[in-house]
């Protein structure tokens, strides 16, 4: 057990849908950092926070939006879904924001878009 | 662009020889670089860092080098296990004040470990 919850494990909606996904980090761990798997995909990387701020960007498309909340917990937020959305959505977590620390990871949720 | 790239999909060894993953970076300003193993159905767990300080570092059976010049590093697993049969991820990030804190991700390799 990494000490990061996601929730739900798994989701199936139809297109055109939103859907909210949640996380909570590890005790302690002020960055999070969101991350989607596509089918025969490595992990891509969405988006990260540090204690409430938005830290770095990756590919993150406009229809997809996070936030860090005062309590550490973070929501990753997809509306308009496609079917190509459908993917693993992990979320980690580290104590710090910056490079040299290990992040640790959720066992992601499901998204099944149809 | 692919800022990490793992050019092996899979990889099968026999139990108790040598695995050795590879992986090969672009981006001159990645300082730390970590291997995450994944099993099927979980999220992946952290293996192995090192710092771009160093050129190995080493744990138990898990050995990672760093070749800065060649911008490579790779793991090796000696001696293998069945139980080590997963898919192996390589990311890299950069420290404070660097080009990214982020961690970049390679695409994976998939280790079969044969009993």
């Known amino acids: 057990d990494s000490g ?26 002020l960055s999070v950092y969101w991350y989607q798997q596509s089918l025969d995909q490595g992990l891509q990387f969405l988006i990260q926070y540090y204690n409430g701020e938005e830290r770095a960007k990756g590919n993150i498309l406009e229809r997809f939006s996070a936030q860090q909340f005062p309590d550490l ?7 308009s879904l496609e079917l190509g959305d459908s993917a693993l959505y992990f979320c980690a977590s580290s104590v710090e924001g910056y490079g040299d620390t290990e992040a640790f990871f959720g066992q992601g949720t499901r998204l099944t878009v149809v | 662009d692919q800022q990490v790239k793992q050019n092996s999909p899979s990889l ?14 672009t981006n001159s ?11 099927p159905a979980e999220g992946p767990t952290f293996l192995i860092s090192i710092s771009s300080i160093k050129d190995k570092n080493e744990d138990g ?19 293998s296990q069945p139980g080590d049969s997963a898919v192996y991820f390589c990311a890299a990030s950069g420290s404070y004040g660097g ?4 961690l970049i991700f390679g695409t994976g390799t998939l280790l079969a470990v044969q009993p």
């Open chain 1, 73 to 79: 917990h973070s929501e990753l937020n997809l509306s």
């Open chain 2, 61 to 79: 059976r898990f050995t990672v080098f760093l070749n800065k010049s060649a911008k490579h590093l790779s793991l090796h697993i000696v001696p």
């Open chain 2, 99 to 102: 080009a990214t804190n982020k």
């Open chain 1, 4 to 29: 990061v919850t996601q929730t739900p494990k798994h989701l199936i909606t139809a297109t055109g849908q939103r859907v909210t996904l949640r996380c909570s980090p590890r005790s302690g761990d």
């Open chain 2, 29 to 39: 300003m990645f300082d730390y670089f970590l291997w995450y193993k994944k099993y």
């Open chain 2, 12 to 25: 099968s060894v026999q139990e108790g020889r040598i695995s050795i993953l590879n992986c090969d970076y």
